[in-house]
């Protein structure tokens, strides 16, 4: 299949007062038409920066994209203009974000924003547009939706207008969607439902998606990919069956670890990875996540590990990797 | 798993109909019995602006020299000016000039602060920087030397007095209300619906225009009702002067002007009436202002 989105080397830095922050450090993956690809990482690691750095988001000042390409269907978003980058926005990368509450502008009603994005992109006039509008509550499971349509977002609840914000990224039918932690702000069952919704959506229609989540769970049910970032860097990826049975780097054993799963006796104690993500200002020349790792030695603190095969397409940053790794399954 | 339907009971928000002007009316007395004095002062002034033909028999701007100086009573109920003229009739057709300034210096004045506040939040960094100081200079000068100032740069160029008193009053009022509206505007730019509509592809002007502008309504509205009130006032104050509207035009503050030194003694109604027409005004403006903005502000309304 041809890759739809590509990332090579991106380089995404905050210039702060305290000094540089390398949120995005030379990060490189790539996606495939329809695919779901999960990124997992702790708060502050750079994985919605890397998201944001896709659609040129990211807030400037203080942040800059230095360096590296993002190659969408063959065109560098980075070299677009102003005009151009705006009709790829929306139109064929949506994004879906982390607060529902909040991510709906409270003085207009859920009609006019669903149709202000079908009017702008699709150019199409009022009332197609209020047609699409109920088709597309439809698709995401709000009944009534022609008088839903005329109430605004105090009248919805938080996993409802996640539900209208997913009608509105697939609102002008894009590529890919990139949904930032879609799920963090609502109650357990509701982030199923909606999981679900998305996974079906985006599976029936074709389109890609990029779900950032520091959820585990949630990347080991509904992606197909998984890269897992630390301190701005891909520290390992691979399928998401190998990265659950085969983590080679110990940053994702120490993920595995500190999660509950329903296949340990129960009574296990969880492990948590000790100690805090480092700051971004003062990272050496050696591995950043070598003060919490359990199995750093000289070299780590030398010299920053390359992300290497450790098989079957399963990539590692890590010096110990070959230890680490059990003979790896077949890429599924 | 197919995600179940949600449903609302769609009965519950017919229960919630808007309830009669009357009970409307009775619970604004209650709640806000000085916003609704206000309110009504600025209502008896618009009656008055717009059916002031019918409202009085006499001429407001016709001399009748045979009239002159005469004290209140039944023939003029507020007596006459040095000129003869009928000063309730003048204090009538006074209100037309001090909405139509008032209203349209306000909501100009507002209107060009609102977009220029929430552009200067939005857009943020040096633009903002250089944008607010701006501003400061123009907020360095009172209102009314600021006015006079502008009276005295557009005067040979604009013939029409009402125009020039409108320019004169619309200008220092923008600084003003892009402050305001801009410190509201810096936190509507933080909250992720900014965000989400960037992401959207919308461009700058649209999202300032159709997703920032509704958010800051409040402040703006305030400012409006604030403004209304202190243009009036300057507008008097313009007048008083001798630099605002000009005679024969009926105005409060030619009024004021006209009779108010040399017959203080002699024929003090002359300068009471329309001193008082003026603070009734304001007073009432200002006093709307305020209730809407304890409405408009959950935050100051009160428990």
Known sequence: ?332 | MAAPDIQIDSRLEDLAERPPLGVIAADLVRRQPLGAAGLFIVLVMIFMAVFADFLTSYDPELNAFEDMHIAPGAEHYLGTDQFGRDILSRIIYGAQTALIIGFVAAFIGATLGLVLGVSSAYFGGRFDLIFQRVMDVFMAFPLIILALALVAIFGQKVENDVLLVIIAITIPFVPNCARVVRSSALAIREMPYIDAARALGYSHARIILCHMVPNVMAPYLIMVTAFVGQAILLEASLSYLGLGVQEPTAAWGLMLQGGAEEYAESAPWIAVFPGLAITFAVFGFNLFGDALRDVLDPKLRRR
């Open chain 1, 1 to 332: 299949m041809a890759k739809l989105l590509e990332l090579e080397d991106l380089r995404t830095q905050f210039f702060t007062t305290a000094g540089t922050v390398k949120a995005v450090d030379g990060v490189s993956y790539d996606i495939e038409a329809g695919e779901t690809v999960g990124i997992v990482g702790e708060s502050g690691c750079g994985k919605s920066v890397s998201a944001l750095s896709i659609l040129r988001l990211v807030p400037d000042p203080p942040g800059k994209i230095v360096g590296g390409k993002i190659l969408f269907m063959g065109r560098n978003l980075l070299e677009l203009s102003d005009v151009e980058i705006r009709k790829v926005r929306g139109h064929e990368i949506a994004m879906v974000f982390q607060e529902p509450m909040t991510s709906l502008n409270p003085v207009l009603t859920i009609g006019r924003q669903i149709t202000e994005t079908l009017e702008q992109h699709m150019g199409i006039d009022r009332q197609e547009a209020d047609a699409r509008a109920v088709e597309l509550l439809g698709m995401v499971g709000i009944s009534d939706a022609e008088r839903r349509l005329k109430q605004y977002p105090h009248h919805f609840s938080g996993g409802m207008r996640q539900r209208v914000m997913i009608a509105m990224a697939l609102s002008c039918e894009p590529k890919l969607i990139i949904a930032d932690e879609p799920t963090t702000a609502l109650d357990v069952t509701i982030q199923a439902q909606i999981l679900e919704l998305m996974k079906d959506l985006t599976r029936r229609l074709g389109v890609a998606l990029i779900i950032i989540t520091h959820n585990l769970g949630v990347v080991a049910r509904y992606a197909d990919k998984v890269n897992v970032m630390y301190a701005g860097k891909i520290v390992e990826k691979g399928s998401a069956r190998q990265i659950y049975h085969n983590p080679s780097h110990p940053y994702t054993i120490g993920l595995l670890a500190s999660v509950p799963r329903l296949d340990h006796k129960r009574g296990t104690k969880l492990v948590p990875i000790e100690g805090q993500p480092p700051d971004l200002t003062l990272l050496d020349q050696g591995c950043a996540f070598r003060p919490r790792c359990r199995f750093a030695e000289d070299i780590c603190t030398r010299e920053i590990p390359p992300l290497e095969e450790v098989g079957g397409g399963q990539y590692s940053a890590c010096w110990q990797k070959d230890k680490l790794s059990q003979p790896a399954p077949a890429a599924s």
